[in-house]
């Protein structure tokens, strides 16, 4: 049997190259892989950064697809369908609309595909396949590998992505991680990550930990930290900014090798933040003294903000930015609200009459950054231009050199020697992305859909 892994690209403009800046390897393609029946003849392709050979022979195409590239992967879909292969789709758009993706895919993979892809590839072989797969529970995620063997030959940023927990048990509101995992969080077992790390450390010069949310279950991530010592990594993650108020694990982080963790302050209003059912983030005295102790234990800070929460007017960005380079991030986000399909955000913006665009990633007039929704305090295009203006003060060269001769910033060589070329970078992809198309605009033929 043969089976062609595909990951889309968000989409291209005609007469363009794909953007090249920060591409990672994909990792649900290395555990799709992975997962797959070792006589399975795998093939593998990046959308962004190979044209996909439609024409070579394969028996079945497998695509994880998320909100901003559903458009393009149904584009890819309908290529293969032409040729009379059968496509399956999975990933965090599959699970939070499955039976839109059904039209465009001869089977779904529902939730994650740990317990369901062995009985996908069985069900194949023998002709017989379904057309959903739901998984009805978490998986133990245990003795999971990740075939980055797919990944040799391709042009990725030095850097290796590995999973120890997936899963977040806060409700927040716009986030789509809390809809498609029900805010439950699960880790893998110690030894199977450390296991993976030391054969990682041979290929990549830093690990970033992709969790949802590193400090989801702090008890277990301590444990697991304590267990890094020995392998002295330099890595980064992703974590909530109430675990910075706990000093025993900020120790533990910055001795296991912890160089930067990306927060999501997404505000620094309190009612906003009540809004998004993110109240959490205001305990224990809030950000500024969660702060001082990430400081003092000098781990750099990837801040995002998010703007158009109905407590946002015009004021609320320049106070952002001031926020952010007051306490001199290292790199901070500042983007737009989005509802994705299936949070508690949209169903409420959608009883509140708000949603311009309901299913904004089909809309072929809708690009990147432009705004599906009616903000509260300001247009839609006043949102989308403000947010890009705040990206270009942050990111001005006076500002990078003023977050430059902050202590904590300056206190390693090696993240020191990277600041400048990833801020620089940075400031060159201000507005990139800006009303880049979902999907490639080039594309005239009709999507086809599933029988």
Known sequence: MRLTIIHPCIGRREGQRYMRGWQMEPLPAALIAGLTPNDVDIRFYDDRMEKIPFDEPTDLVALSVETYTAR?????????????????????????????????????????????????????????????????????????????RIFEGKRYLPIGLVEAGRGCHFTCEFCAIQSVFSNSHVRRPIGDVISELKELRKRNRGVFFVDDNFASNIPAAKEFLRELFPLKLKWVTQMSIDAAHDEEFLDLLSRSGCQGVLIGFES???????????????????????????????????????????????????????????????????????????????????????????????????????????????????????CVETRRKFYS??????????????????????????????LKEVSIRNFHPLGDETWSEPLLKAQ
Request: aromatic fraction near 14%; include cysteine; hydrophobic fraction near 35%.
């Open 268 to 386: 620094t209003n309190t009612e906003n933040l009540r809004s998004m059912n993110k109240s959490f983030a205001t305990g224990q005295g809030g950000f500024e003294p969660a702060l001082e102790k990430l400081k003092k234990y000098k781990i750099r800070v990837y801040a995002t903000f998010v703007f158009g929460y109905d407590h946002d007017t015009p004021e609320t960005f320049d106070e952002t930015l001031d926020f952010a380079l007051r306490h001199k991030f290292y790199i901070a986000a500042f983007n737009h609200l989005t509802p994705f399909p299936g949070t508690p955000l949209m169903s409420r913006l959608k009883r509140e009459n708000r949603i311009l665009s309901e299913t904004w990633w089909m809309d072929e007039s809708y690009t990147y950054n432009v705004i599906p929704f009616q903000p509260k305090n300001m247009t839609p295009d006043e949102l989308q231009s403000r």
């Open 397 to 426: 060269i006076p500002n990078i050199f003023r977050r430059s001769v902050d202590p904590v910033n300056r206190s390693n060589a090696f993240m020191f020697s990277q600041f400048f070329p990833i801020n620089f970078m940075h």
């Open 72 to 148: 393009r992967s149904y584009q890819i879909a309908s290529e293969f369908r032409r040729r009379g292969i059968p496509v399956v789709m999975g990933g965090f758009h599959a699970t939070l609309c499955p039976e839109e993706v059904a039209e465009y895919a001869e089977s779904v993979v529902v939730g994650e595909a740990e317990s369901s892809w062995s009985r996908v590839i069985d069900d194949y072989r023998s002709r017989t396949p379904e057309k959903f797969y739901r998984q009805n529970s978490r998986p133990a995620l245990t003795g999971l590998k990740y075939d980055r």
